[in-house]
C-alpha cells in the first residue's frame, strides 16, 4: 500500500518557540494532505486541508496563524506550529489522499508526532 | 457539514465472543466509510471500507453493513482475540472531489478490550 512518513516522531519544545511537522507520500503524489489533532483517548479532530499549491483550507476555530501549513510540491506538506503553548501539545496525524491512482478514496495516514510543549 | 457519532465510547467482550460497533452520520452526500484500527500512540491503520452502493463487505472476521437510508453503519468482529483491543474509529467521507478530496469525518471512538 501507499506510504505516507511523518517526522518527527516526537518532539519536546520550550514554550515561545517554534516547530515543524514534516508529512511526506513516499510513492504517490498526495494531490491532497489533511492535519488533525488528537488529544488522548479522544477522536482525531481535522485541523486543516492542504492541496498542493494553494492556500490550506482551516476547520472553524482552528488558528491560520498558529498553524501554518504548506503544500509546496505533490509529496510534502508541513505544518508549523508558531509560538507554541503547553496547551498545544497533542498528537498531530497527517493523511494524504489521491486522485490519481485507482485507489482513490482511501486516506494514508503518517506515523504521527508527539509535540509537548514545556 | 457532516457529523459522525459513535458507540459504544467502551465495549468489553470475552475472547471468541463477537462485538459490534454503531455509528449514525449526518449528510446524505457522504459515500465513503472506512473503519480504522488505532493502537496507542500509532497512526491509524484502515481495517475494512464500505462504499454507498453496496450493504455489506465481509473481510474473515470483520464486516460492515451499511444502510443509507437510516444513515448508519456498523462494525462486526467475530471470534475475538486479545489483539483485536484498541480504539476503532468509524468515518465518513464524500467523494466529491475538488479540494476537499478524501475528506475524513470521525466518530469518536470505541475502545474494545478482549478479555482471554
Known amino acids: 500500500g501507499a506510504v505516507v512518513s511523518q517526522h518527527p516522531s516526537w518532539v519536546i519544545c520550550k514554550s515561545g518557540t517554534s516547530v515543524k511537522i514534516e508529512c511526506r507520500s513516499l510513492d504517490f503524489q498526495a494531490t491532497t494532505m489533511f492535519w488533525y489533532r488528537q488529544f488522548p483517548k479522544q477522536s482525531l479532530m481535522l485541523m486543516a486541508t492542504s492541496n498542493e499549491g494553494s492556500k490550506a483550507t482551516y476547520e472553524q476555530g482552528v488558528e491560520k496563524d498558529k498553524f501554518l501549513i504548506n503544500h509546496a510540491s505533490l509529496t510534502l506538506s508541513t505544518l508549523t506550529v508558531t509560538s507554541a503553548h503547553p496547551e498545544d501539545s497533542s498528537f498531530y496525524i497527517c493523511?494524504?489522499?489521491?486522485?490519481?491512482?485507482?485507489?482513490?478514496?482511501?486516506?494514508?495516514f503518517g506515523q504521527g508526532t508527539r509535540l509537548t510543549v514545556v | 457539514g457532516e457529523n459522525v457519532e459513535q458507540h459504544p465510547s467502551t465495549l468489553s467482550v470475552q475472547e471468541g465472543d463477537s462485538a459490534v460497533i454503531k455509528c449514525t452520520y449526518s449528510?446524505?452526500?457522504?459515500?465513503?466509510f472506512p473503519w480504522y484500527k488505532q493502537e496507542l500512540g500509532k497512526r491509524p491503520q484502515l481495517i475494512i471500507d464500505?462504499?454507498?452502493?453496496?450493504g455489506e463487505k465481509k473481510d474473515q472476521r470483520i464486516a460492515v453493513t451499511l444502510n443509507k437510508t437510516a444513515k448508519h453503519f456498523s462494525l462486526h468482529i467475530t471470534e475475538t482475540q486479545p489483539e483485536d483491543s484498541a480504539v476503532y474509529f468509524c468515518?465518513?467521507?464524500?467523494?466529491?472531489?475538488?479540494?476537499?478530496?478524501?475528506?475524513?469525518?470521525f466518530g469518536q471512538g470505541t475502545i474494545l478490550t478482549v478479555h482471554p
Open positions: 464500505i462504499r454507498s452502493n453496496v
Open positions: 468515518a465518513a467521507s464524500t467523494n466529491a472531489g475538488g479540494t476537499s478530496y478524501g475528506k475524513l469525518t
Open positions: 449528510d446524505s452526500a457522504s459515500n465513503y
Open positions: 493523511s494524504a489522499t489521491t486522485s490519481r491512482t485507482g485507489r482513490y478514496t482511501e486516506a494514508f
